[in-house]
Structure formats: C-alpha cells, structure tokens
C-alpha cells in the first residue's frame, strides 16, 4: 500500500491547494486512498493547473483565507490531518507587499496551529516552510541546525512561523498526543507554474520564465547565469512531505523540521539549467543573457541526509529527468489549452504520477509499494 496505508481513508486538508505544490499534492494524496478537502484564497478559474487537473470536482474545495480563525477551525475540525502550504511565496512579492507577506505566512500558520490545536479529531499536521529560512554564509549545503533568518520579508515571515511552529509544538501540541513536523525545500521544477518575471511584474521563477519563452518561440533571458539553485521535481518534494505525515508517530520525527533536497546537492547552475530547457524543448532557440539583478544567495544547497536516515526518503529524479517531465507537461499542455474540459490535463498528470511511482518502486522507495 502506498505511504504503508497511512492515508487510506482519511480525510486530509491541504491549504493553498490551487497553488503548484498543493495541486500535485492533492492528486498523490487521492491516489493514497485519501479523502482531499482544500482552502485556498485563489479562484479556482484563476488557478490555470488545479483547474485543468479536474481536482476541482475530487476534492471539496472551498475559496477562503488562511488567516480566517472561523473558516480553518470548521474544517479542521472535521479532518484528520493537514498540509499547509498556503503562503505568499514569492520572494519579490514578499519585497512589494510585506504587510500581506507576514499577514499570510506568519499569521496563517498562527491561525492553522490554534485550530489544530482546538480540534478535537485532527492529529497531524504538517507545516511546510522553505530552504530560505537559513542565513547566507558558507559554502557547504546547509543542514536543519544551521541558523535561520535569512533578510527579507519572505524568509523572516518563513522563520518566524517556525519559530511559532516550535512553540506551540513543545507547549500545546505534544501535551495533547498530536504529531506536527516542519518541511523545507528548496526550488521545485514541475508543470503546472506559471510564475514567470513577465506575470508576477520581476522576480519569477527561471524554468517558467524558460518554457514561457519557448512556447512563444523567443529565446529565454537568464539573469544571473553562474547562480546556482538547488532543484528538484514537484513530486520528489510532495512525496517527501507525505512520507514525513506517515512517520509522524515514530521516535525522532514529531517535532522536527526536515529538508527536501536534490540529487545534485551543490545545486545547478542557472545557465545549466537553461541549456538543458533549451535542448529539450529541441526548436533550435538558446538562451541569451539578460541584465543581471539582484539575488538574495548567490548559491543554494540543501542536506537532505536527516531525510534519508530518519524517513527512509531519497529523491527520485535528477534535475535532468525533472526537466524532461516538466518540458513535457508544459507540451501537453501547449498543445490541449484550448479544450473546452475543465480537467483537460487530468490524464496527463496522471500518468505524470504514476511514471514518478514507478520510478520510486525501482530505486526501493517504500513510500511507493502498492501492495
């Protein structure tokens, strides 16, 4: 059974569903044999993957902010457990509007935790953050001891929900039996972002900015091509979250934050990773260079050995079969956008899902046995 049956018939929320994590999210967690109910504050028109994955009509959404006490404490007192993903994640919209930055990703947590905290049914909870929690500094992959507070809106937001995370772990949570773990990724490639510097007005993410630029037939602009990310594949990273909910009740895993890293530790390149989208993609265009702008890391690096030794999870993907998917998605969808189905993509990701499970089976991830 997949994640050992953990999910099979429980009733799971995920905040910020519609967004690129969450809708990948939701649909490992239907495959699971969980029930999906979501939140987020997005409609759900708007969300281009989570509409054209159909998880509109599997799972019960419902359209709502995260800081709304009222709103989260009736869901969650009707779950078993809860994914929050649900947060400004970019880093320059965080830089334009902190207020909403700290109102979401602070106060958002604060308000999930003390819902959890009431609910009488709901006993796990998984919170997830980001690898930009950790203070610049070094060279060498950061590990989850290293300091946190990073400058910057996002970052701090970030750190002091998992801060608010510990408190109300060691305070409330653990005196109740209930079982809370915190996950840190760094940069996920997967289909269905559409975040590129053009939509979010600077600062987007560089594969969308990539495959944006291909599907329009222009060569994509890096900015900072010796700038080098730690990358890894929306279904490495959702998968690991699963499998941290799964363990939750084992010694050394409640409690504890955990990174979700790459193969390719040290990160890639920006300029490498364009290359590879570029051939990939295969219509003869290269990337040219664009004017440099400023980066909160020069580098980014993940150590995902904590993972690996207490939740048994490893990465499936490298970066070049991370890429090969994604290029794929964006394809498929490139070619079925104008379809009339709301869930045009639905098959598609599907099968996205399952080649990634398969791929799991055979490098003896025991997350993905279904027995």
């Known amino acids: 059974m997949l994640f050992g049956g953990f999910f099979e018939n429980k009733i799971v929320l995920v905040t910020g569903i519609a967004g690129v994590k969450g809708t990948w ?3 490992e967690l239907l495959r699971a044999g ?26 019960r959404f419902v359209q709502g902010d ?41 106060m958002g947590t604060v308000t999930l935790l003390e ?50 995370v510990s408190d109300y772990h060691h305070t409330y949570l653990e005196p109740l039996g209930k ?22 007005g600077g600062g987007g993410r560089l594969f969308v900015d990539c495959f944006e630029a291909l599907m329009e037939g222009r060569s994509p602009l890096v900015f900072n ?23 939750l009740d084992l010694p050394g895993v409640q409690g504890e934050a955990f990174n979700f890293g790459p193969v390719e530790v040290d990160g890639t390149a920006n300029g490498d990773l364009a290359s590879r989208i570029c051939a990939l993609w295969g219509d003869g265009l290269g990337w040219e260079q664009g004017e440099g702008r400023e980066e909160p890391f020069s580098s980014q690096a993940l150590c995902w ?26 394809r498929t969808w490139q070619a079925l956008r104008r379809s009339s189905s709301p869930g045009f993509m639905r098959d598609f990701d599907l099968e996205q899902v399952r080649r990634h499970r398969e791929r799991a089976a055979l490098a003896g991830a025991s997350w993905a046995v279904d027995a």
Not at 73 to 100: I, M, N
Not at 179 to 200: C, E, K, M, W, Y
Not at 225 to 241: F, K, N, W
């Open 66 to 106: 995260v800081t709304d006490i009222a709103l989260v404490q009736r869901l969650v007192d009707d779950v078993d457990a809860v994914f929050h993903l649900a947060a400004v994640s970019l880093v320059g919209q965080a830089l334009r509007d902190p207020l909403e930055a700290y109102r979401t990703n602070l």
């Open 25 to 27: 999210l939701g649909l």
């Open 179 to 200: 079982r809370l773990g915190v996950g840190r990724a760094g940069n996920v490639i997967a289909g269905g972002d559409f975040h590129s510097s053009r939509a979010t």
């Open 34 to 59: 969980a029930e999906v109910w979501g939140i987020d504050i997005q409609d759900p028109s708007g969300a281009e993957h989570f509409l054209s994955s159909g998880l509109v009509s599997a799972t």
């Open 115 to 164: 819902a959890f905290r009431r609910s009488r049914r709901a006993r796990y909870a998984v919170i997830v953050t980001t690898d930009k929690v950790y203070r610049p500094g070094g060279r060498r992959p950061w590990v989850e001891t290293d300091p946190l507070f990073a400058p910057g809106p996002y970052p701090v937001s970030k750190a002091c929900a998992e801060h608010v």
């Open 305 to 330: 050995e904590k993972a690996r030794k207490r939740l048994g999870w490893h990465p499936v993907y490298s970066v070049g079969d991370a890429l090969a998917e994604t290029a794929a998605w964006y």
């Open 225 to 247: 091509p010796g700038g080098r990310r730690a990358y890894l594949h929306g279904l490495d990273v959702v998968t690991g979250y699963m499998m941290l909910m799964s363990r």
